[in-house]
């Protein structure tokens, strides 16, 4: 079973509905992330969360929200979409008392997501 | 501010002949250094990453990366490159606040 899975890994919706993009981690790890990946320009932090009760903006979080439910679960809310939201979305977890000072990130699979 | 730049948005290459993807970093402080590859239709895997010490880093399925301090590079190399090679390439950088700048991207295009 994958460690880091989101739900769904595909979607299409229309201008101004809500949608809520989730994802879940089963390695334990304090620290998740939502990204968004556009053709050319690479993948940009939306949010990220250092444990529950910790929730910071990222590059580009004009437009989302995010709830940290419980340690394994992050999502990501888009209160009416647009189409300039179409893009490729990436949850990543890191684990702070990882291998020497650095936080390897891991990536699930993204969701694909299209607004028309 | 940090940044991250992959100088070629493509990269052609015959099957077996070398490749090398360009990156360059901008920073006042140390980072961690790191080259990401994304298959199609797959989500981001590290390819190797440089944290210290020895400036020849090797990483998954034959790719090696070198950096040069004074030259605030970080390139990626492979001696000989297979069909199954064909992905997106990223290079990213992390900071003190275990945040990732990504650069944009470098396609790599195998071709027979």
């Known amino acids: 079973d994958a460690d880091v899975t989101q739900t769904p890994r595909n979607r299409i919706t229309k201008t101004g509905k809500r949608i809520m993009l989730e994802c879940s981690q089963t390695?334990?790890?304090?620290?998740m992330y939502w990204y968004r990946q556009d053709p050319g320009l690479g993948l940009r932090l939306i949010y990220y969360?250092?444990?529950?009760?910790?929730?910071n903006k990222g590059e580009i979080s004009d437009g989302y929200s995010v709830s940290r439910q419980a340690q394994a679960k992050f999502s990501l809310s888009l209160e009416s979409a647009i189409p300039n939201q179409t893009a490729l979305y990436f949850c990543?977890?890191?684990?702070?008392?990882?291998?020497?000072?650095?936080?390897?990130?891991?990536f699930g699979p993204g969701t694909r997501l299209t607004v028309l | 501010a940090q940044s991250v730049t992959q100088l070629d948005s493509q990269v052609p290459v015959f099957e077996e002949a070398p490749v090398e993807l360009r990156c360059n970093y901008s920073?006042?402080?140390?980072?961690?250094l790191f080259w990401y590859v994304q298959y199609p239709n797959q989500g981001l895997q590290l390819l190797l990453k440089?944290?210290?010490?020895?400036?020849l880093v090797k990483g998954i399925n034959g790719f090696e990366a070198e950096f040069n301090k004074s030259q605030t590079s970080f390139h990626l190399r492979k001696p000989s490159v297979h069909i199954s090679d064909t992905a997106e390439y990223f290079c990213?950088?992390?900071?003190?606040?275990?945040?990732?700048?990504f650069g944009k991207g470098t396609r790599l295009h195998i071709l027979p």
């Open positions: 969360s250092f444990d529950v009760k910790d929730i």
């Open positions: 390695k334990g790890h304090d620290r």
């Open positions: 990213a950088l992390m900071n003190r606040d275990d945040k990732i700048i």
């Open positions: 920073s006042s402080v140390s980072v961690y």
């Open positions: 990543a977890t890191s684990d702070p008392a990882g291998q020497g000072n650095y936080n390897e990130q891991f």
């Open positions: 440089y944290l210290s010490g020895s400036t």
